[in-house]
């Protein structure tokens, strides 16, 4: 698919994890409406890959002609209200005059909640990584006038401490990118999870390119996280 060569790595992922909340009614309805228990496995709940999920139409309705199973077709004539008395109960859907305005069901259905909040850490990830490296770039590069054109003023320690936070901003970012990729890979891992396990990784991995590996910070004495600028 050559769309999909076109796609970084991030939009790849974003797709992926946007697939993954998203139901396709017509298909559930060929399978028979099973019973599916993994709430974020697209293999049971559509065949929609990253390069596809951008091509289709989340208004598109469901056409009775194009449902095969009897059975499915019955039920998707139903739908569920709940009466005054608060209970459940069965209705047909309503159909009018010459089918026009015909109460129809979409054929996508969007877990809004857990596509919003993927959606929203994976950008701040990559957002808050872009902020971090281009604020270590205008370090590196201050450093490097003073360095250049200020020699005579900083003698001794103050040009080896000059040189030393140089070659720090630039192990800093690289460490940002590694970061950036292994947090890439967590949320890869965890598109496949139930949602629990997806919502607490998801935040916790967030959390790790906010704050960064603390280790890093213990030996080599900076900061590889994102928080402070």
């Given at each position: ?34 019973d599916v228990k993994t709430t974020r496995n697209n293999q049971k709940y559509n065949n929609l890959n990253a390069s596809a999920i951008k091509h289709i139409n989340i208004n598109q309705e469901l056409e009775e002609k194009e449902i095969k199973k009897k059975e499915s077709k019955e039920v998707l004539k139903k739908k569920l209200v709940v009466d005054e008395a608060g209970r ?142």
């Amino acid at each position: 698919d050559p769309d999909s060569k076109k796609q970084t790595d991030g939009t790849k992922v974003g797709s992926s994890m946007l697939a993954k909340s998203i139901v396709d009614v017509q298909l559930m309805a060929e399978k028979g409406f099973p019973d599916v228990k993994t709430t974020r496995n697209n293999q049971k709940y559509n065949n929609l890959n990253a390069s596809a999920i951008k091509h289709i139409n989340i208004n598109q309705e469901l056409e009775e002609k194009e449902i095969k199973k009897k059975e499915s077709k019955e039920v998707l004539k139903k739908k569920l209200v709940v009466d005054e008395a608060g209970r459940q109960k069965v209705e047909d859907l309503e159909k009018n005059w010459f089918g026009l305005g015909d109460e129809k069901y979409y054929r996508f259905h969007v877990k809004w909640f857990t596509a919003a909040v993927g959606l929203i850490c994976l950008a701040l990830g990559h957002f808050l990584a872009a902020l971090r490296v281009a604020s270590i770039a205008l370090e590196i590069i201050v450093n490097k006038i003073l360095a250049i054109f200020f020699s005579y003023a900083l003698q001794g320690e103050r040009l080896k401490s000059t040189i030393i936070d140089i070659l720090n901003g630039f192990v800093s970012i690289i460490m940002i990118f590694f970061c950036l990729f292994l947090y890439k890979e967590v949320v890869s891992f965890l598109n496949d999870k139930p949602t629990g396990i997806w919502l607490v990784g998801l935040i916790a991995a967030t959390w790790f390119m906010i704050d960064g590996p603390k280790s890093i910070e213990r030996k080599f004495g900076y900061d590889a996280g994102l928080r402070s600028p």
